[in-house]
């Protein structure tokens, strides 16, 4: 009988607990359909520097992007002076944002995954791991 009665203690303690559970609810909320508003084109890839539409636009964290990537191509990240852009047959293309056309490309037996350019340096990430650190000319 005590038994029963420290069990039913334990079970009301218990639900009475989860029952004054109280969930956070944010005094304003706002809708991210319009962050990207204004691409007619559906989101294709998408990194943790933007993401590509299909139609060779990009977002990046610094906004809409003013260079089209050409096609098959997706965006990877970019400098003050660069932006770096992949397909999925392994070529990487450095594209000039004053003139926006493709400075330099480099391939590779497998696809970019994700890269970065600091001081004329290219760092990358292939998709059978593969890294390097090769340089700008």
Known sequence: MMKQLI???VAL???A?????KYFEPAQTYKAAGAISGHKG???????N???FDNGTYVSKKGPGQVHLG???HYLGENASTILAANGAGTLSLISKK????????HFEAPVVSAAIKNGKVVYLLQDNTSS???RS
Do not use: D, E, I, Q
């Open 42 to 48: 559906k989101a294709v890839y998408l990194t943790r």
């Open 50 to 52: 933007g993401m590509t």
């Open 99 to 106: 003139s926006k056309k493709v400075v330099r490309t480099v």
């Open 133 to 135: 650190l090769p340089k």
């Open 17 to 21: 607990g989860c029952s004054g559970k």
């Open 13 to 15: 303690l218990l639900f």
């Open 7 to 9: 069990w039913a203690a």
């Open 71 to 73: 096609a098959g191509n």
